[in-house]
């Protein structure tokens, strides 16, 4: 079971991939290096997410997931480490029962998608979608990060006000938004961050978030602007690969921003690194991310996908070895 008390933390955080093996099975010593592994580089865990390959899993491959996750943290010391995990569904009732697994193998806190099945529908049923975060808040038994990714979800897109609404729950403690739009997010801040805000849901965010409510782009490549724009981290499919230097981006940014202008100057050198790294990893996808694992990494950390994604192009496979040879240097000198 995960420990209750656990924080979010400030800072980036890494959606995890999930390796199979050739014959699409789940390779969880692989997924449990990759854990400890990024957790002694700072970064948040997050698992289940769009690059673990949710939707690909079983119910039961879900809680086995979150299992391996929880031990491999709490056998390498990070017992206290937030694990934040996805537990969308395509109903509110199907979410439910995901994220009461979910915590049952130890999650801490749950990232939910809208579903996107019925986007016909429900993109104009602004009441629908906002109705289905609310339910699965009344009845998550953990706190609740709302994931904002329109290409995952049949285009569906939260607008701010609607999150601004959700972020009363007493249940919600921040957004994920893979929308890539800074100025939502800094709307949304300035709405959470405000004196009466706080006045009001202080306290309860407070045991479950270090930043209050988080608001997270799902980039790195526009990390150091959306710290700018009051954002309180990112989550970010390259800290696969780079963990260690969105880490000091994000340190440099944090220390740039107070005043230190060396500091401020470094972070913008690693963002212009950051941003072009992200751009390749967005290009090559989940199966590039896992060949960018094991070429870089360790072989079998990445593994294959599983159907319906294909394998990974010869195309790709270059540019992965050619375009992120340089940065992959860099983080091996961090």
């Known amino acids: 079971m995960a420990n209750s008390k656990a924080v979010w933390a400030n ?34 865990i997050v698992l289940l997410g769009t690059n673990g390959e949710a939707s690909h899993l079983s119910r039961e491959e879900r809680r086995s997931v979150v299992k391996t996750g929880r031990k491999a943290l709490d056998d390498a010391g990070f017992k206290d480490e937030p694990l934040l995990v996805g537990t969308g569904g395509g109903s509110a009732a199907t979410t439910v029962e995901l994220t009461q697994d979910a915590a049952e193998e130890g999650a801490t806190h749950s990232i939910v998608i809208c579903p996107g099945y019925f986007a016909f529908a429900m993109g104009r049923d602004r009441v629908a979608i906002v109705d289905f ?19 995952a979800a049949s285009g569906i897109d939260l607008n701010s006000d609607e999150l601004m609404e959700l972020a009363e729950h007493k249940n919600c403690f921040g957004v994920k938004l893979t929308c890539a739009m800074i100025g939502k997010g800094h ?21 479950v978030s270090e930043a209050g409510f988080a608001i997270l782009p799902g980039f790195s490549e526009s990390l150091l602007p959306a710290l700018v724009s009051r954002h309180t981290g990112c989550i970010t499919g390259t800290g696969n690969i780079f963990p260690k230097t969105i880490r000091k981006l994000y340190d440099q940014a944090v220390k740039g921003l107070k005043g230190d202008a060396a500091a401020l100057t470094e972070a913008m050198s690693l963002q212009d690194r950051i941003a072009r790294s992200d751009f390749i990893i967005v290009k090559a996808g989940v199966q590039g991310t896992k060949y960018a694992l094991d070429h870089f990494v360790e072989k079998g950390m990445g593994g294959i996908a599983r159907s ?11 540019m992965v070895e050619t375009d992120l040879k340089e940065d ?3 983080e091996s000198k961090l």
């Open 187 to 207: 709307r949304l801040a300035v709405h959470v961050q405000s004196e009466q805000y706080l006045k009001t849901h202080g306290s309860r965010l407070q045991a």
């Open 11 to 44: 800072g980036p955080s890494v959606p995890l991939t999930t390796p199979f093996r050739a014959d699409e099975s789940i390779d969880h010593e692989a997924l449990a290096k990759q854990v400890v592994r990024l957790a002694k580089a700072k970064m948040g």
């Open 328 to 330: 992959w240097e860099f």
């Open 308 to 318: 319906p994604l294909g394998p990974v192009s010869d195309a790709t496979k270059k």
């Open 133 to 151: 975060f609310k339910k699965v808040m009344d009845k998550s038994p953990i706190p609740v990060m709302i994931y904002n990714f329109p290409g």
